[in-house]
């Protein structure tokens, strides 16, 4: 069987990223949780390298990593939850946004060993803000996972945490800041996918 993920489908361009941060590559994901049949193999292939964790819940954002986290709960007998998007300030800084667990589930996580989910992780900015979601709401996070890790960002976050990180595949990734934008000194339009 191919690997769904080799076959993603992507643009190039200059890509304002949630992190803030900007990037010359856009991976479309949209699709990706379409066919369970076809990603099942990569679900349990994920879920084989968490189980050493013990995590008793799996969390992601919405969309994709919420899809990942639930597909994870079913083959790991293991709770799900979610974040969303929550409401912010505007800002051009990085890593400004912030994600909620609803508050039903806010009040239920308490106490959980969460592995924290997202479908691709560059920067990582739903991936820290999931986190800091779960930690507020008195669970811990034993693992943060995704099916691919672009660039080295995110690991070096949580790698200073510590928290461990799990993938299956890892891609050359470049980002920038808005001030160390090579794109930008080019005077290329920012797109936000």
């Not at 992507?10 to 369970?36: I, K, M, N």
Request: glycine share 6%; hydrophobic share 45%.
């Amino acid at each position: 069987m191919s690997d769904p993920l080799a076959a993603l489908p992507a643009r190039e361009g200059h890509f304002l990223l949630e992190s803030g941060y900007h990037t010359d590559l856009w991976l479309t994901l949209d699709a990706l949780f379409v066919d369970p049949p076809t990603i099942a193999p990569l679900v349990e292939a994920l879920a084989a390298l968490l189980r050493p964790y013990h995590p008793t819940a799996i969390c992601g954002s919405l969309l994709g990593g919420a899809f990942l986290a639930q597909s994870l709960a079913a083959a790991m007998h293991a709770r799900f939850y979610f974040t969303e998007p929550a409401s912010t300030p505007s800002s051009t800084g990085l890593f400004t946004v912030e994600y909620r667990l609803p508050p039903a589930l806010a009040r239920r996580i308490r106490g959980e060993r969460v592995a924290v989910v997202d479908d691709v992780i560059s920067a990582g900015s739903s991936a820290r803000a999931t986190v800091a979601a779960v930690t507020k709401a008195g669970a811990s996070t034993a693992v943060v996972a995704s099916l691919m890790i672009l660039g080295g960002d995110a690991i070096a976050h949580f790698a200073r945490e510590p928290i461990p990180m799990e993938t299956l595949t890892r891609r050359v990734f470049n980002v920038w800041t808005p001030d160390d934008c090579p794109l930008c000194r080019e005077g290329r339009a920012l797109e936000q996918p």
